[in-house]
């Protein structure tokens, strides 16, 4: 049951780790694309 519960922690933490990595890269590809959207409006 032990050995489960371990498993299963560090399967958790990988998880968070990838999706903090998948949700950092989405800020990074997203960011200029939304201050540009940012900049066309305020420009209007």
């Known amino acids: 049951l032990a050995v ?3 498993a299963f922690d560090v399967f958790f933490a990988i998880f968070c780790v990838a999706l ?3 949700i950092g890269i989405a800020l990074c590809c ?3 694309c939304i201050i540009a959207i940012l900049y066309a409006v305020a420009g209007q």
């Open 4 to 6: 489960v519960f371990l």
């Open 20 to 22: 903090a990595c998948m």
């Open 30 to 32: 997203c960011l200029p």
